[in-house]
């Protein structure tokens, strides 16, 4: 046997040693009753795990692991065996780290990781942000929101900035108090195979954000969210990442009391190259959105092969059972706590930027409203196609119908008209063919509001 081939297998015994490492929560000190916060130990097996070079920090089966702020290192993979369960700490007082930054008026972070690599958080285990135990009374249809004003203490789940390498898989992630799995500036992630099934009655309660992040694949997903399932944005707190772009999205199940599948409203920058594939929507507020309300553009996106129901809920809840919704409007202007981060610095009145060359293909429908689509201007939202779109136009809730959403928008924030397929405000080149629509007992205007405009 040759020297180098000796050498080789050294090396390779050696990786697979490495590879193999574990780092057991239990022997770091964690008790995992429950009642204990065992944020120091788990803290612990991840530093030592990540100084080591690597490998898997584990938490057992059988087990409740409470603790506070958590973060995660490069070279760590996060393995939650069947029956563990990592939960949140619902003490408010321990949660100071800001999720955006500066910007203190939006929940604090609980798992988190900033500036790493090769991050994987997997296993049969559940991750719960213990949502409940951070809101106000219960009422109808949502939850209270405690006061607030420029610091809120709700935790999000997990917050993951500028991480090279992002492996989600197989978990559940469950009852977020706010955002629930948020990439901020990450480059390459995975997220496949998980169930991320938050309280529908928490608002803010977004499932999956990806925030000026690229190539990223989300995968074989079952999400039900308050608030949006899926979202694609460029917050201004985090405008040193750029753009958010090459996206796909494909084989999963959700459902919302906002907007499933949502870019936006936050776009400062620019979101392009997405793709949304082979997807379920269940009793959503709206289906698939485009909610443009900042400077910034959207570009070259596809829905295809999607089946999709939507219902009407209260106003607490952004949409008006639109299955589909493409708009471009400024925000209005600021007077809220959050102004100083909704617009550029020193200002108190924003623009929208420009949405075109947006796909519907292959699109069935069940709604009590039709899809929605307009601008500010004729121009601004242009060369959107629906192809073998099939709408039901079915009445389904006692909440008053023939009403689309435009908020946040300057000035009047709805529409009132009759229901019709599809309703055209501004916009240019919007085409539709084999657009079907059933009326099934709604007030029913037509297929079409106005003439499609043609090039």
């Known amino acids: 046997m040759s020297k180098p081939f000796l050498v080789f297998l050294l090396l390779l015994a050696t990786f697979v040693a490495r590879a193999q490492v574990v780092y057991d929560v239990c022997r770091f000190g964690a008790l995992g009753d429950g009642k204990t916060d065992d944020a120091v130990a788990i803290q612990q097996a991840i530093d030592r795990c990540s100084s080591e070079g690597g490998g898997r920090v584990l938490l057992p089966a059988n087990h409740t692991f409470l603790a506070g702020p958590i973060q995660l290192k490069s070279n760590v993979e996060l393995h939650l065996q069947p029956t563990a369960i990592l939960l949140a700490n619902p003490d408010e007082s321990i949660y100071h780290l800001s999720a955006f930054g500066d910007n203190k ?79 901020v500036g990450c480059d390459g992630a995975v997220i496949d195979g998980i169930n991320l099934l938050n309280n529908l009655k928490i608002r803010n309660g977004d499932g999956i954000d990806l925030d000026h992040s690229r190539n990223v694949r989300i995968a074989n997903c079952h999400i039900t969210s308050g608030d949006d399932c899926i979202c694609l944005k460029n917050r201004r707190e985090t405008a040193q990442y750029g753009s958010c772009h090459d996206i796909v999205v494909t084989n999963c199940v959700m459902t919302s009391r906002s907007c499933a599948i949502k870019i936006g409203s936050e776009n400062m920058d620019s979101i392009y190259n997405v793709l949304f594939d082979n997807c379920i929507i269940k009793a959503s507020n709206r289906g698939l959105g ?49 102004a100083n981060w909704r617009f550029p610095k020193g200002q108190l009145e924003g623009r929208c930027g420009q949405v075109e060359r947006i796909f519907f293909q292959n699109i069935v429908a069940t709604s009590e409203n039709g899809c929605f689509i307009g601008g500010d201007t004729d121009d601004k939202v242009r060369d959107i196609h629906l192809s073998h779109v099939t709408l039901f136009l079915k009445k389904s809730t006692t909440y008053q119908g023939g009403v689309y959403d435009k908020r946040p928008c300057r000035g009047e924030g709805f529409v009132t008209d009759k229901v019709y397929g599809l309703y055209v405000e501004k916009a240019t080149q919007v085409t539709a063919d084999n657009f079907v629509v059933r009326d099934m007992g709604v007030d029913f205007g037509g297929a079409v509001n106005r003439p499609l405009q043609q090039e």
Not at 108 to 131: K, L
Not at 137 to 145: I, Q, T, V, W
Not at 314 to 335: C, F, H, L, M, Q
């Open 105 to 183: 008026g939006e929940g604090m972070m609980w798992i988190y990781a900033q500036h790493a690599q090769n991050i994987s958080i997997t296993g049969m285990g559940t991750i719960s942000g213990n949502g409940v135990a951070f809101m106000g009374a219960e009422l109808d249809d949502s939850y209270e929101l405690k006061p607030v004003t420029t610091f809120d203490p709700r935790p999000h789940v997990i917050t993951l900035t500028d991480v090279k390498n992002v492996v989600v898989r197989d978990v559940t992630i469950r009852d977020g108090a706010y955002w629930t799995l948020h990439l």
């Open 290 to 338: 485009i909610q443009n309300r900042d400077e910034g553009t959207v570009t070259d996106v596809v829905f295809s092969n999607i089946m999709l129901d939507c219902r009407l809920w209260s106003d607490v809840w952004w949409g008006k059972a639109e299955p589909i919704y493409v708009t471009s409007y400024p925000r209005a202007n600021g007077n809220h706590k959050d």
